[in-house]
């Protein structure tokens, strides 16, 4: 063994000449130009002397044979062919080294103000002189969304062009854009590189001449979205230029935000708005899913449309007056949406109808009030709304909004737990709001506990809760990234679903859309990715101004909610019925019907029995664990007598346990 061992230890030749050339190599250039040569000359002259002593016409003497070989090595390493006396030969050789050492320089230099010529062209520095395109300014997560989204909306009209201006390499951008997003026509993507907080940088991509732009939000802070505003205003001046629409993260910089972008503004606030998805989601298992398909553009979307005569028709009329259309309010002339107004609502001159549909031609208007079958619809019931109890975990720059809405929505009686890591410390903003509400309708305790460790969740028991709410980690050690936690979080969640056979509702919010494919999320489980609901917005926008006061009416704290009901609140189960039918039910309750969820097992994974918009003839038979999506009406009130419409109905599974949260082991 000692032997082997030994032998084993003693380095082959093979090796001890590798280690010895790679130890020349590191010396210097001159080492590497000392190789080089003797390699070259390892293979000439051999390869020279071969073929000067197999040629029959090869001088008879050994010298001049040798003077054959050199003459024959010189010119193939151009180092010159003189023969004569050792010195001439020298002489020569030096002189074809310097000669060759010239020519290498003017080539490299050449080759090098070439290769910069090509990348400085490559990287595009030229004005773009498109007219009607749409701008991005800056790169984050969302870039990826909001251009495809752009390309969709525009698909299947004439070519339309998407400029990103970023500080990154022009190529590389175009690069990454082309490859993840599929982009077939290359050409309609243009790529230019600079600071968008630089108003000459910002004439590149002609801002005036776009149809819109877009300033997307940035990861550090808003000061650089609010820059960028500042150098559009200063490019383009206060009241002239394209439609802006721009997103800040911090509410306390929206108005800031406002005052840079000017009137022909929208300016959205990403926390808030993100907030308010994951508090909708928490109480309504699924809206995440029909929310992404409502919003982008490959199916039915939001539009804006003229009334269709004869005049004094009433809203509840116009709701039934187009086949492949769902109507949801009206658009006065100045502006303001009136979404499901009251029966007898009739359109002034110049209102627009405000409608869901697969396109902004929804076809010819016609009564569809024929296809309602009275027959099979269900009796109005009040829904008698119960406490909740609500479980987060974890805490971000968001965290304080889920709280702060909870606690203005929630009904008496209804119980809020917030838990930590241990290593981040107690929140500041729970241990306030833990206190801030003595009016008995929600109670709000913080624990410390690690997400990812199965026996504090074990302890916690998540299954008594109504729901779950993940939160994404803000600032993972590295090299984690930052879906990482919750991943982690969701396994855990996921292996006690299984280990005590409670179907849990679970809402996590991920930074990254792919991990939503890792994500390990039941059937009752949404995942929430952080920043999309706010880049489909911004695209909408763009895509027409008309609906940023829709959405507003529909996302803020006074407008009207997206609700998923269940089907038997509108039609009887069990019963054949058209979705006319439906849309005339939802009336009756002030509500307007946008489409349905089949819960069906057997539909599409990617998206769970969604349909939107159906046509209003379109009959089915509607079972009792079907969903209908519906446009819920506005100021709903509070138990605080605040105006919210996230005061949706709420339902508490019957396995709830209204006890504490048991103590959280540290492990």
């Known amino acids: 063994m000692a032997e082997t061992g030994r032998r084993q230890e003693t380095p082959l030749l093979r090796d001890r000449a590798r280690y010895l050339f790679d130890r020349t190599l590191a010396r210097s250039t001159g080492a590497l130009l000392g190789w080089l040569a003797l390699g070259c000359l390892t293979l000439v002259v051999p390869v020279s002397a071969l073929l000067v002593w197999t040629d029959p016409q090869a001088p008879p003497s050994v010298t001049g044979r040798l003077t054959a070989v050199w003459r024959t090595s010189a010119e193939t390493l151009r180092l010159s062919g003189v023969t004569g006396a050792p010195l001439r030969m020298l002489l020569a050789a030096v002189l074809g080294l310097i000669a060759l050492l010239c020519v290498s320089t003017v080539v490299g230099v050449i080759t090098t103000g070439l290769g910069d010529r090509l990348a400085e062209l490559r990287r595009g520095r030229s004005t773009v002189v498109e007219h009607g395109h749409t701008v991005v300014l800056g790169w984050s997560e969302q870039v990826f969304t909001v251009v495809a989204e752009l390309f969709a909306a525009r698909s299947g009209r004439a070519r339309h062009v998407v400029t990103v201006l970023a500080d990154r390499d022009s190529a590389d951008m175009h690069t990454e854009l082309t490859t993840r997003l599929g982009i077939a026509d290359a050409s309609r993507l243009v790529c230019r590189t600079g600071a968008p907080t630089d108003p000459e940088a910002l004439a590149l991509v002609n801002p005036g001449a776009a149809r819109s732009v877009l300033v997307l939000p940035r990861d550090d802070s808003d000061a650089g979205?609010?820059?960028?505003?500042?150098?559009?205003?200063?490019?383009?001046?206060?009241?002239?230029?394209?439609?802006?629409?721009?997103?800040?993260?911090?509410?306390?910089?929206?108005?800031?935000?406002?005052?840079?972008?000017?009137?022909?503004?929208?300016?959205?606030?990403?926390?808030?708005?993100?907030?308010r998805l994951l508090v909708q989601s928490a109480r309504q298992p699924g809206l995440p899913t029909a929310l992404h398909d409502l919003l982008d553009f490959s199916g039915a979307e939001f539009h804006t449309v003229e009334v269709p005569g004869p005049a004094d028709r009433p809203y509840e009329e116009l709701a039934l007056a187009f086949e492949e259309a769902c109507v949801v309010g009206i658009l006065r002339a100045d502006g303001t949406p009136h979404l499901t107004p009251p029966p007898g609502t009739v359109p002034r001159p110049g209102d627009r109808l405000v409608m869901v549909?697969?396109?902004?031609?929804?076809?010819?208007?016609?009564?569809?009030?024929?296809?309602?079958?009275?027959?099979?619809?269900?009796?109005?019931?009040?829904?008698?709304?119960?406490p909740m109890r609500t479980l987060v975990l974890g805490w971000n720059r968001r965290a304080p909004f889920v709280v702060e809405i909870l606690r203005r929505t929630s009904r008496p009686g209804s119980v809020l737990d917030v838990v930590t890591d241990p290593d981040t410390g107690p929140p500041e903003a729970a241990a306030h709001l833990a206190h801030s509400d003595d009016s008995g309708r929600l109670r709000v305790s913080h624990h410390t506990g690690d997400p990812t460790c199965f026996a504090t969740l074990r302890a916690l028991d998540p299954s008594r809760y109504d729901s779950v709410i993940v939160l994404r980690d803000e600032n993972p050690p590295a090299p984690s990234r930052p879906d990482d936690k919750t991943l982690l979080t969701l396994l855990m969640l996921k292996a006690h679903?299984?280990?005590?056979?409670?179907?849990?509702?679970?809402?996590?919010?991920?930074?990254?859309?792919?991990?939503?494919?890792?994500?390990?999320?039941?059937?009752?489980?949404?995942?929430?990715?952080?920043?999309?609901?706010?880049?489909?917005?911004?695209?909408?926008?763009?895509?027409?101004?008309?609906?940023?006061?829709v959405f507003e009416e529909i996302f803020?704290?006074?407008?009207?909610?997206?609700?998923?009901?269940?089907?038997?609140?509108?039609?009887?189960?069990?019963?054949?019925?058209?979705?006319?039918?439906?849309?005339?039910?939802?009336?009756?309750r002030g509500q307007a019907a946008i489409g349905y969820r089949s819960n069906d097992p057997r539909a599409d994974s990617k998206s769970p029995g969604i349909r939107l918009c159906p046509g209003q003839s379109e009959r089915r038979v509607w079972k009792a664990q079907d969903e209908v999506l519906v446009l819920t009406p506005g100021h709903a009130i509070t138990p605080t007598g605040d105006a919210d419409p996230l005061s949706v109905p709420l339902t508490r599974r019957p396995h709830q346990d209204d006890a504490p949260a048991a103590e959280l082991p540290h492990g």
């Open 225 to 275: 979205v609010i820059r960028t505003l500042l150098a559009l205003r200063a490019l383009l001046g206060p009241r002239t230029g394209p439609r802006l629409v721009a997103t800040v993260r911090d509410g306390r910089h929206l108005y800031a935000a406002r005052l840079a972008a000017g009137p022909r503004s929208t300016v959205l606030e990403a926390d808030r708005t993100a907030a």
């Open 357 to 386: 549909a697969h396109d902004d031609h929804p076809g010819t208007a016609t009564d569809c009030r024929a296809h309602i079958d009275a027959t099979v619809l269900a009796p109005a019931v009040e829904q008698a709304d119960g």
């Open 497 to 549: 679903e299984e280990e005590t056979g409670r179907r849990m509702h679970v809402v996590a919010e991920l930074h990254d859309h792919r991990a939503r494919l890792l994500a390990p999320l039941g059937a009752m489980s949404d995942a929430v990715v952080r920043g999309e609901l706010t880049a489909l917005l911004m695209t909408q926008i763009s895509h027409d101004p008309a609906l940023a006061a």
């Open 556 to 588: 803020t704290a006074r407008g009207g909610a997206l609700a998923l009901r269940c089907a038997t609140d509108y039609i009887r189960p069990g019963l054949e019925a058209s979705f006319a039918t439906v849309t005339a039910a939802a009336l009756a």
